[in-house]
């Protein structure tokens, strides 16, 4: 059971990323979104990381390993694009 919860929550929080991230990355534009948040973001979404491959849980660790290279794309666009 505990696995079927992480795989819906880390599926669903991992969608729910997406659109905002396409959105950027298709239109380079950052100007309304804050670097400070995404580097928090990031860096939270790492040691959720590390807390998944602790647990050998393989939803939390996949979801987490799609939402950091986004979030670090969005991270790396910003301070390209400003």
């Known amino acids: ?3 079927l919860v992480s795989a819906i929550a880390a599926t669903l929080t991992t969608i729910a990323f997406v ?3 396409l959105h950027i990355i298709r239109h380079k534009e950052t100007r309304a ?3 400070q948040m995404y580097l928090v973001f990031a860096t ?3 040691f959720w990381l590390i807390f998944g491959l602790m647990l050998w849980n393989w939803p939390m660790i996949l979801a987490n390993i799609v939402t950091l290279a986004l979030a670090l794309t969005i ?3 910003k301070l390209r694009y400003g």
Do not use: N, T, Y
């Open 1 to 3: 059971m505990e696995f």
């Open 19 to 21: 659109p905002q991230a």
């Open 33 to 35: 979104i804050s670097l």
């Open 44 to 46: 939270g979404v790492a």
């Open 75 to 77: 991270v790396a666009m």
